[in-house]
Antibody, heavy 125, light 107 residues
Framework: EVQLLESGGGLVQPGYSLRLSCAAS????????MSWVRQAPGKGLEWVSS????????YYADSVKGRFTISRDNSKNTLSLQMNSLGGDDTAVYYC??????????????????WGRGTLVTVSS | AIRMTQSPSSLSATTGDRVTITCRAS??????LAWYQQKPGKAPKLLIY???ILQSGVPSRFSGSGSGTDFTLTISCLQSEDFATYYC?????????FGQGTKVEIK
């Protein structure tokens, strides 16, 4: 059974940093791309970042580019998101999600077939 | 960035109704479109990908169609467990964009 379990959320002051983790199990982690998607309270879904399965290719939404860094440790089946210079607009539930494939092709990427339960990040003074 | 616009933003329906939700992309995305269902306090669930392919385990009352810029999600006979918010998502190119969501409520 595929399982994704996020951790690391909490209350953080504006301008500070936070690191989220996602522990994956039930599948061969390195064969799948992984992503982070967030949802502000009462709002819709926003894609944040994605990383390919084994070659380390990364993608970022413009809203987080230069502030957030996605990474993965295939030996530990763990996905991470380092978030720096946090602001109020970053307050959201952050979901870890598995991509339908390992890589993007030349014309498209992938939908997300499994999701974790999410971890809440609150940015406030 | 590709923008995804869903309509309506919300709708009221009763059990047994046929429900249709539309999603329009700001530029052509071929069939690189997925639909998700989200219930309050829960993670989204993949229903359909490649515009019309039903994800494993999803009931056949859900169907998707379209290509290019215009897409449709249809629930043929609404069940009580289908009251939720539905999102379309494009995955063309190297970014992903969700629609703003359509909330299906009980009439």
């Amino acid at each position: 059974e595929v399982q994704l379990l996020e951790s690391g959320g909490g209350l953080v002051q504006p301008g500070y940093s936070l690191r989220l983790s996602c522990a994956a199990s039930g599948f061969t982690f390195s064969r799948y791309a992984m992503s982070w998607v967030r949802q502000a309270p009462g709002k819709g879904l926003e894609w944040v970042s994605s990383i390919s399965g084994s070659d380390g290719t990364t993608y970022y939404a413009d809203s987080v580019k230069g502030r957030f860094t996605i990474s993965r440790d295939n030996s530990k089946n763990t996905l991470s998101l380092q978030m720096n210079s946090l602001g109020g607009d970053d307050t959201a539930v952050y979901y870890c999600a598995r991509g339908f494939s390992e890589f993007c092709s030349t014309t498209s990427c992938y939908p997300f077939d499994y999701w974790g339960r999410g971890t809440l990040v609150t940015v406030s003074s | 960035a590709i923008r995804m616009t869903q309509s309506p933003s919300s709708l009221s329906a009763t059990t047994g109704d046929r429900v249709t939700i539309t999603c329009r992309a700001s530029q052509g995305i071929s069939s690189y479109l997925a639909w998700y269902q989200q219930k309050p306090g829960k993670a989204p669930k993949l229903l359909i990908y490649a515009a019309s392919i039903l994800q494993s385990g999803v009931p056949s009352r859900f169907s998707g169609s379209g290509s290019g810029t215009d897409f449709t999600l249809t629930i043929s006979c609404l069940q009580s467990e289908d009251f939720a918010t539905y999102y379309c998502q494009q995955y063309s190119g190297y970014s992903w964009t969700f629609g703003q969501g359509t909330k299906v409520e009980i009439k």
